[in-house]
């Protein structure tokens, strides 16, 4: 699912269900979350393991993965990456720094958002074109796709800047495939001053988003090139 959704130099790996039971942790992993409640450990740990899949696909050694600033993971030297996890569902993307400068992704129940949290995270620009779009396809819970495009966009955006990125600093438009009505991109324009990549100042991300198996998934790349 995932996968579909990024440049084939991007290696990803996801876990439908709960393959907890083969997700062992470093002892320093282990100790991050030993006050954690068991789900938050169970995905912790298989957040990992597909990440860890991934390091081996791209000829990476295991090493463990803890979180830095904002809960970012600590990459290896010359990976960029992103992990993401909900209920019965964890992915890990990974790609070689000299190939992306960075990457996120996100997955998220399909379903509506809690009440009042999309008054929180959309402009009014977007709230409106969610409107337009739920008229024409009430199939896609808008609201909860808008929701994880901004935090694939964060997620791509926090390893370039080390900055937090407010829901509202960025106006995301969707937009569908021809053709077909459960996935499509996004375009997500910086309302403040983007990071600086290969001499360049980015003003906008672009994204891929997908519905599939009771989930809205959604991924941002950055090139490295104009």
């Known amino acids: 699912m995932i996968e579909e959704l990024l440049p084939p130099e991007v290696v990803a790996v996801e876990v439908h269900g709960d393959g907890s039971e083969h997700a062992p942790l470093y002892p320093e992993e282990a100790a991050v979350v030993a006050r954690a409640v068991p789900k938050r450990r169970r995905e912790f740990a298989l957040v990992r393991a597909c990440a860890r899949r991934a390091m081996d696909k791209l000829g990476v050694p295991p090493r463990p993965l803890l979180p830095g600033e904002r809960g970012a993971p600590g990459w290896p030297p010359g990976l960029a990456g992103s992990m993401t996890h909900c209920d019965g569902y964890c992915a890990a993307a990974l790609v070689r720094a000299t190939d992306l400068a960075s990457l996120g992704i996100d997955a998220e129940p399909h379903q509506p958002l809690p009440e009042g949290v999309l008054e929180a995270v959309a402009l009014p620009t977007e709230a409106a ?34 900055r937090w990125l407010e829901f509202t600093e960025a106006d995301i438009e969707v937009s569908l495939d021809p053709g077909a009505a459960l996935r499509g991109g ?21 994204g891929r988003w997908t519905v599939q198996r009771g989930l809205v998934a959604t991924a941002v790349t950055v090139s490295r090139t104009p």
Not at 186 to 206: Q, S
């Open 129 to 162: 074109a969610l409107r337009r779009l739920t008229g024409r396809h009430p199939e896609v819970h808008w609201d909860r796709l808008l929701f994880s495009a901004k935090e694939s966009v964060y997620k791509a955006w926090f390893p370039l800047t080390g």
């Open 186 to 206: 996004f375009r997500a324009e910086l309302l403040v001053p983007g990071p600086l990549v290969g001499g360049r100042r980015l003003g906008r991300f672009e």
